[in-house]
């Protein structure tokens, strides 16, 4: 009774009044529906109204969406007319490395979604994030990645990246969040607002039972980082 009533009721803190154009934008985001973009049907794909919100919030005329997944950052930027450029390994480009971005310009913005390691297999190009062997190899891929999306951001861009930490079979528990912002600092990036708890609705692992015992993560986090100017540096 009392997991079967923590599941269904949860009451939020009252958000102060304040002048942001999406007032329901807080660190805590709960929206429970995806919104009509990208396919739900792909592994790990994440809610379009979450990535709607951001893009209202910081006004961007440019995004980047090096792993577009089933699509849904372009449905989102087609549907309020924001220019997105979005790619994918499943096409042979891939995000860490820095001939994929030839010729592609500057932009104000990016989203991206990594993959939680190996949490999810994706593709088996070894190229992949999902596909590195050992938590080493996967930070080596991951900062390469970082690195080439901080060249592409312009002075005074933002940087919205969802990750989400998870207790692996072998490595034990693996703050990814930590690591995320650990790499973005260490590439001068400053962050621009509080994290973002997104609740984790739809989650494949939330219908599944387990014989073991552990204390099960609901949520992931999107750290949104900026880029200074020079004389901010």
């Given at each position: 009774?009392?997991?079967?009533?923590?599941?269904?009721?949860?009451?939020?803190?009252?958000?102060?009044?304040?002048?942001?154009?999406?007032?329901?934008?807080?660190?805590?985001?709960?929206?429970?529906?995806?919104?009509?973009?990208?396919?739900?049907?792909?592994?790990?794909?994440?809610?379009?109204?979450?990535?709607?919100?951001?893009?209202?919030?910081?006004?961007?005329?440019?995004?980047?969406?090096?792993?577009?997944?089933?699509?849904?950052?372009?449905?989102?930027?087609?549907?309020?007319?924001?220019e997105c450029?979005?790619?994918?390994?499943?096409?042979?480009?891939?995000?860490?490395?820095?001939?994929?971005?030839?010729?592609?310009?500057?932009?104000?913005?990016?989203?991206?979604?990594?993959?939680?390691?190996?949490q999810?297999?994706?593709?088996?190009?070894?190229?992949?994030?999902?596909?590195?062997?050992?938590?080493?190899?996967f930070?080596?891929?991951?900062?390469?990645?970082?690195?080439?999306?901080?060249?592409?951001?312009?002075?005074?861009?933002?940087?919205?990246?969802?990750?989400?930490?998870?207790?692996?079979?072998?490595a034990?528990?693996?703050?990814?969040?930590?690591?995320?912002?650990?790499?973005?600092?260490?590439?001068?990036?400053r962050?621009?607002?509080?994290?973002?708890?997104?609740f984790?609705?739809?989650?494949?692992?939330?219908r599944?039972?387990?014989?073991?015992?552990?204390?099960?993560?609901?949520?992931?986090?999107?750290?949104?980082?900026?880029?200074?100017?020079?004389?901010?540096?």
């Amino acid at each position: 009774m009392y997991g079967s009533a923590i599941n269904t009721i949860a009451v939020l803190p009252r958000a102060p009044v304040n002048g942001s154009p999406v007032p329901g934008l807080t660190s805590l985001y709960h929206k429970a529906f995806a919104g009509p973009y990208g396919d739900r049907r792909y592994p790990g794909n994440c809610s379009g109204e979450l990535i709607k919100d951001l893009l209202r919030y910081f006004r961007p005329q440019r995004v980047l969406d090096p792993m577009t997944g089933s699509g849904t950052c372009a449905d989102v930027c087609r549907e309020i007319g924001i220019e997105c450029v979005s790619f994918d390994i499943r096409e042979g480009r891939d995000a860490s490395d820095p001939q994929s971005y030839q010729g592609l310009g500057a932009f104000d913005f990016v989203w991206i979604h990594p993959p939680y390691w190996r949490q999810k297999l994706y593709t088996a190009d070894p190229r992949d994030l999902s596909a590195a062997g050992t938590l080493e190899a996967f930070l080596e891929r991951y900062q390469s990645l970082l690195t080439c999306l901080n060249d592409q951001l312009r002075p005074g861009g933002q940087m919205a990246v969802l990750m989400g930490d998870y207790a692996d079979r072998d490595a034990g528990f693996v703050p990814l969040v930590y690591h995320t912002q650990r790499l973005c600092f260490g590439l001068g990036l400053r962050q621009r607002a509080t994290q973002i708890i997104r609740f984790s609705h739809g989650a494949s692992s939330s219908r599944r039972t387990y014989r073991s015992s552990f204390i099960p993560g609901l949520h992931d986090v999107c750290t949104i980082v900026e880029k200074p100017f020079p004389n901010q540096r």
